[in-house]
Nanobody, 117 residues
Framework: QVQLVESGGGLVQAGGSLVLSCSAS????????MAWYRQVPGKQRELVAT???????TYADSVKGRFTISRDNAENTLYLQMNSLKPEDTAVYYC???????????WGQGTQVTVSS
């Protein structure tokens, strides 16, 4: 079992920045890829960014150049640096971890990000 706890969400003005954190515990040695997703009420959860165990990132086109995903394996923490925030970035942001064997997915409880115009 892997437990994930997100933090760092909040209210920010357009153009501002936030850093989200996701702290992992439990069977952390089994974790392979980690990712950030976001969801707006009434819409499907969408992928924001992923990062492999080796640190290779990928991004959704909508956040490229503005968001940076990183992970500190020693601290078992995933980060999402969000710059130049837009009102359309408003969502609940979720952390996801996938295990190396079986590919089991674990989710955090989510953290709200609200960007005012």
């Amino acid at each position: 079992q892997v437990q994930l706890v997100e933090s760092g969400g909040g209210l920010v003005q357009a153009g501002g920045s936030l850093v989200l954190s996701c702290s992992a515990s439990g069977a952390i040695n089994s974790i392979n890829t980690m990712a950030w997703y976001r969801q707006v009420p009434g819409k499907q959860r969408e992928l924001v960014a992923t990062i492999t165990s080796g640190g290779s990132p990928t991004y959704a086109d909508s956040v490229k150049g503005r968001f940076t995903i990183s992970r500190d394996n020693a601290e078992n923490t995933l980060y999402l640096q969000m710059n130049s925030l837009k009102p359309e970035d408003t969502a609940v942001y979720y952390c996801k971890a996938r295990t190396q064997i079986y590919g089991t997915a674990y989710w955090g409880q989510g953290t709200q990000v609200t960007v005012s115009s």
